[in-house]
């Protein structure tokens, strides 16, 4: 065996390949190419039946349209007609009446019809995934929603089980799972009754700005505009979106160049790009409210003292300006800013010395409580911080770190004495927060319910379990704000859910982007609208 | 962090079948066949046994898969729906049957995280870390084993001291650090290599996957900028695990010579007046060669299944981040899956070194 | 140490069996003296030791207390290697953590390699389908990613320090049984265990009493070597979040506290990193001095 050959090959080859250029010219990315980096390893479908995860919907956003939506330039404006031209409410307000619009053209060269709208509805709901359920609250059900939902022509018409306000229907219409899907293509690709499920979760079907590219979970997702759009080609040709989990490997890319927008900066890094020149920072307001629930179950914590100590115990102002700098504001209530009849009031402050007298009054001096937090930075330190206010009022606070899965499957077990998390809304209307902070038509055991309220163990009042079923049917807009401001008031008097934070998105940038939005507080991103100079 | 095996005992620690009296080459053979057979039975019982404790973990784990498919909303009645549709209402050595008979027909069945095949998850992920894998034995083979060859001919000198420092920072540097103030200072400070992830975002499905191996598909397609561009981000963490690499590879290098250069042939090589140099790489380094691609294989084997957290600072879409992320979702099919390949790879390079070892090495015969 | 002493200890011919055993031991001590990074080592270790039992003394400040208006304040005078990121000290936390590592350290160095001791040598002398059946288990653990099966055991029993170190006893038997039954094959057939054997003592006396002190000196090279692996690994588990909770200050999950930091604070994720490595590198220089004493195969270098 002749053995120095192999070595010096080997080491002839590994000075060759270390001697080789390996700084590639950092290029800025190209001028018709939008390249963002985010955490995106949540998504686990594009099926707009079945996507509902935040990273998920941006994607099912941009392929397909809705009967109405946001104008992304405009998002206070409100409900905008989209491939639903026009609409109209009958006389005893239960039929809804919307016209198509005519000439617009799915991916697939197919025209769009009423009768895909109807059925990109009906499939929903039959599918029974998790987004169902915003169709459901009309009364829709596996039996009946093809009796409800029908088509005549160019009309797509839906019969609601009651006369619910006008705004609460268009409102859920215009969240994904009412996106309209290509049915002749769907169906052809339809596996026994799954509605073309498993195909539509990795492909695309539908009439939006952009197709889809490619989707390597976790890795990255590419989309490719549509040039025959009906609203106008958009500007970015290309869409990567790449899979990026730290904070500080998003901000190197940024810095460098390689990235034009970065969407999880944490405040230390979106403080640390402020004296970049090149680089900007746009604050969005989002629907997210960061708040802490009180299980019932718990012999201390349903003590009505107990929950009003806890409301002083939380250093919101120190939170707020520490490690939540810039990304959560102080927000008291369960409806978040931007929503309609959210209120602004936050009457808590941290004060040790009043939680101390209210529970020293109650006679309460000591005891002990466990907390299971998710593993995410913002909800361990806020854990740690009031686990440190608590220790000056003699109470003990026992943190225990999970993964999401972990702690969900306790929450809903109804098993987690304190629970620091996230709500995120399901659609753009206020009953999606009022109906699971703020109502509880079952508090047993063994009901299985998905309501905040329900996983905190808290019998909800009757009387404000019907003033939250009644705001969905006031069609009077006025009249509705102040149902949902009356309900927040008395939310704050009882409930033992503490709304504390609402989440400010933090979107870093190149300065040449123009026109980013992540979709504010009621919808998702929007790239067709986005420029670079 | 998991750090190389340090033993470096060949394969699974079978004592060379004493030999002696010259039988016939028949026999020889015979029995050699014999004793390889053995070793693909163990190996297959090895790797359903793997299969059997992964599943049974993944079964008491309370870690509720269902969830992770409905969603934080989910009503009870579609909670149970998906509960029987993924089978998770047999009793576990019907879903453990179930399962067994997939995996024989190549099905692992489908990803509840990424909603994609597991096969094609897969097909995706390995290639990443093997290429950094491979890269990463590559630098540790180049640099530890003349290293290592040195230090035992200089024992003593400032060289083996050197040497010795440098393996043994090696073997006490936290990876997950390293990786992080590397990628500061590198990438975010110098800008000289690639940033975290496979490729430049623009590069993004550019090139045609033929091996999944970005750098060889990039040369395939003779996409040069490709292949700069895919080089400059490997160069990093390869270096990185090329270091840990060469910390074992040089060290077990450095005590293999130690003992080939006390032996008496090499007295006796040097006594008829041979050059040093030919008596360390003609005779003893030749001696060596057998145990030496051992370790090399077991390195290559422990970077395959220990860069978990290198690939989770470099966003390197590997095979032990997609493992790491599955077993958190109590995404189970993802999880045996990924602990199938990884296993089957690491018994595979066992046997392969066994194998070697019963052809090559002279003793064994 | 008088001259006596010396010399009875050094002496070619040993009167007694305690002689010649002190004797031995103190030669190995010579030996390992002279090994300078080697006694580096063992004074970092020493020093560790006592700063772990003095923490509460020795520590500046109480490391768990918060003050967020002096959060992420750089190394000064008051906070001699900075503040986190909830305002605590970082050298307090430091000096507290060294409990954890060393309780980590020692948990794990107790129950491996004896786990791996008694399934080693029970399937090296016993032979035949018993070793069989062990060594297939063993591999099974060895063909396992170690640190996702350590993930999955700590998921399994929930996170926490304690079942952090239960996974990784758990995953870090395996290579000791092997070292144990290949110890256990080269001495079965010695002279002195037939002899032991035809004056009448049991296979279990065999073993505890003529098998397992011959391969312990081996095994506890091949711990020391492996005590940096463990605090690594233990880090390792505390970065992933899944080690110890908070607010213990263990060294790898204020790592992983401190990576959110790393552009702008540095200091938060480098001086537990700078400890685990000071520490993991005198295991590594104390398991190579002793190596060199005790490991009779690669011995005396």
């Known amino acids: 065996m002749q053995n120095r050959f192999p070595l010096r090959a080997l080491l002839l080859a590994s000075a060759v390949a270390m001697a080789a250029p390996v700084s590639a010219a950092w290029a800025e990315t190209p001028a018709d190419t939008l390249v963002i980096a985010h955490q995106i390893d949540d998504i686990i479908s594009l099926d707009p039946g079945q996507s509902f995860e935040f990273s998920g919907q941006d994607v099912v956003h941009s392929l397909y349209d809705r009967l109405v939506d946001f104008d992304p330039l405009d998002l206070n404006a409100g409900i905008k007609p989209s491939l639903a031209e026009s609409w109209e409410v009958s006389e005893d307000g239960k039929t809804i009446t919307l016209t198509m619009r005519e000439g617009v053209k799915f991916h697939s060269g197919n025209p769009v019809r009423a009768e895909d709208a109807a059925w990109s509805l009906q499939r929903a709901v039959k599918l029974n995934k998790s ?403 | 962090m998991v750090q190389p095996d340090m033993t470096g005992q060949p394969g699974r620690g079978t004592p060379p079948p004493a030999g002696g009296v010259p039988s016939a080459r028949a026999a020889r053979l015979r029995r050699r066949a014999r004793s390889l057979g053995g070793l693909v039975l163990s190996l297959a019982l090895t790797l359903l046994g793997l299969l059997l404790v992964t599943f049974v973990i993944g079964r008491v784990m309370p870690i509720d898969p269902v969830l992770k498919v409905v969603g934080e909303r989910a009503t009870q009645a579609q909670y149970e729906a998906a509960r029987i549709a993924m089978g998770l209402d047999k009793p576990l050595w019907q879903q453990f049957l179930l399962y067994m008979g997939e995996v024989l027909r190549g099905d692992f069945g489908r990803s509840i995280s990424t909603g994609h095949p597991v096969a094609q998850d897969l097909r995706r992920v390995f290639p990443a870390t093997v290429e950094l894998a491979s890269l990463g034995t590559l630098i540790g083979v180049c640099v530890g084993v003349p290293l290592g060859v040195v230090a035992a001919a200089r024992r003593g000198g400032w060289i083996d001291q050197i040497a010795r420092v440098v393996a043994l920072v090696g073997y006490s540097m936290p990876i997950f650090w390293l990786g992080l103030m590397g990628l500061l200072l590198f990438y975010g400070i110098l800008g000289w290599v690639g940033g975290p992830g496979r490729q430049g975002i623009i590069y993004d499905g550019m090139v045609p996957t033929v091996t999944g191996l970005i750098l060889v598909d990039s040369l395939i397609a003779g996409d040069w900028a490709a292949f700069r561009d895919a080089f400059s981000h490997i160069v990093l963490p390869a270096s990185l695990l090329g270091y840990f ?91 045996l899956g990924g602990t199938v390949v990884v296993g089957t790879c690491f018994v595979a390079l066992n046997l392969l070194s066994d194998i070697l070892y019963r052809l090559l090495d002279p003793r064994a015969k | 140490m008088t001259e006596t002493t010396r010399a009875w200890l050094l002496s070619d011919a040993p009167q007694t069996r305690r002689q010649a055993r002190m004797g031995a031991l103190y030669q190995g001590w010579l030996t390992f003296r002279a090994n300078r990074l080697a006694m580096v080592g063992l004074a970092i270790l020493i020093l560790l030791v006592l700063v772990a039992a003095f923490a509460p003394w020795i520590a500046p400040q109480n490391p768990y207390a918060q003050n967020l208006a002096e959060r992420l304040k750089p190394p000064s005078a008051q906070h001699w290697l900075g503040t986190d990121a909830l305002g605590r ?213």
């Open chain 1, 131 to 533: 987004p169902a359920f915003i169709l459901n609250q009309f009364g829709f059900t596996a039996d009946n929603v093809d009796e409800m939902v029908t088509f005549d022509g160019n009309k797509l018409i839906l019969k609601l089980d009651q006369p619910y306000a006008q705004s609460f229907v268009l409102n859920c219409l215009a969240s994904e799972v009412g996106s309209v899907i290509d049915k002749e293509t769907a169906m052809q690709h339809a596996e026994g009754e799954d509605f073309g499920n498993a195909w539509l979760s990795t492909n695309d079907s539908g009439s939006g700005p952009y197709t889809l590219g490619a989707w390597r979970p976790n890795e990255a997702v590419q989309l490719v505009a549509s040039e025959e759009y009906w609203q106008g080609a958009p500007a970015m040709k290309r869409v990567i979106v790449r899979h990026v989990q730290e904070s500080s490997a998003q901000r190197l890319l940024l810095e460098q160049g390689d990235v034009d927008v970065a969407r999880n900066l944490t405040p230390t890094d979106v403080e640390g790009i402020a004296g970049n020149d090149e680089l900007k920072v746009a604050d969005e307001l989002r629907g997210r409210i960061l708040y802490m629930g009180l299980s019932q179950k718990d012999p201390l914590l349903q003590r009505p003292e107990m929950i009003e100590a806890m409301k002083y115990l939380i250093d919101y102002a120190g939170m707020e300006s520490s490690f939540l700098k810039g990304q959560w504001k102080v927000h008291q209530n369960f409806l978040p800013e931007g929503y309609l009849g959210a209120s602004d009031e936050n009457p808590w402050t941290y004060d040790i010395e009043k939680a101390r007298q209210i529970l020293s009054d109650a006679g309460i001096t000591s005891g002990t409580v466990k907390t299971v937090v998710r593993d995410i930075r913002e909800y361990v330190d806020a854990a740690q911080t009031l686990q440190a206010a608590m220790a000056q009022v003699g109470l003990t606070l026992e943190i225990q770190q999970m993964t999401g899965a972990q702690v969900l499957d306790a929450y809903r077990a109804r098993q987690v004495p304190v629970f620091i998390g996230e709500w995120g809304p399901d659609y753009a209307d206020p009953n999606t927060n009022a109906s699971t902070f703020a109502h509880n038509p079952n508090n047993a055991d063994d009901a299985g319910l998905s309501q905040l309220a329900w996983r905190n163990s808290w019998a909800v009042p009757d009387e404000m379990n019907q003033a939250v079923e009644a705001a969905t049917l006031e069609g009077d807009t006025d009249k509705r704000v102040q149902m949902y401001l009356d309900i927040q008031s008395q939310y704050r008097e009882i409930a033992p859910i503490i709304p504390m934070f609402q989440k400010i998105e933090q979107v870093a940038m190149q300065q040449n982007v123009q026109n980013w939005t992540s979709g504010g507080s009621v919808t998702s991103v929007n790239y067709r609208q986005v420029t670079k100079e």
């Open chain 2, 245 to 335: 690499s060469l910390a074992y590879i040089s060290r077990m290098t450095r005590s293999f010579m130690l003992e080939q250069l006390s032996a008496e042939y090499v007295v006796t090589a040097r006594v008829k007046g041979l050059s040093e140099r030919r008596v360390i790489w003609g005779h003893a380094f030749r001696n060596i060669l057998v145990p030496l691609i051992t370790v090399i294989a077991l390195s290559f084997g422990s970077l395959l299944e220990g860069s978990v957290l290198t690939e989770i600072v470099f966003s390197w879409p590997g095979i032990g981040q997609y493992i790491t992320k599955a077993l958190l979702a109590g995404d189970m099919n993802a999880v």
């Open chain 3, 89 to 301: 000290d970082i050298l307090s936390r430091l000096i507290h953590g060294s409990r954890v590592t060393l309780f980590i350290v020692g948990t794990v160095a107790l129950i491996a390699p004896v786990i791996g001791l008694f399934v080693g040598t029970v399937a090296g002398f016993a032979g035949g389908w018993v070793d069989q059946v062990l060594m297939r288990i063993t591999d099974i653990f060895l063909a396992f990613p170690k640190l996702i099966l350590a993930l999955a055991f700590v998921a399994a029993l929930g996170p926490g320090i304690g079942n952090a170190v239960l996974a990784l006893a758990v995953t870090s038997w395996p290579p000791y049984a092997r070292l144990a039954r290949a110890e256990t094959l080269t001495i079965r057939n010695a002279d002195y265990i037939a002899a032991a054997r035809l004056q009448g003592a049991g296979p279990l006396r065999l073993l505890i009493g003529h098998i397992w002190p011959l391969c312990v000196s081996s095994l506890i090279v091949r711990v020391a070597l492996d005590m940096a692996g463990i605090i690594l690994s233990a880090a390792g588990l505390g970065f992933l979040g899944l080690g110890a909770q908070p607010p213990m200050p263990e060294w790898g999950a204020m790592i992983s506290d401190g990576r959110t930091y790393i552009l702008d604070f540095w200091w938060v994720a480098a001086m537990p990193g700078m400890a685990i490595f000071i520490v993991s590198l005198a295991f590594n220089l104390l398991g190579d001095g002793l190596r060199d004493v005790l490991d009779p195969k690669g011995g005396r270098e």
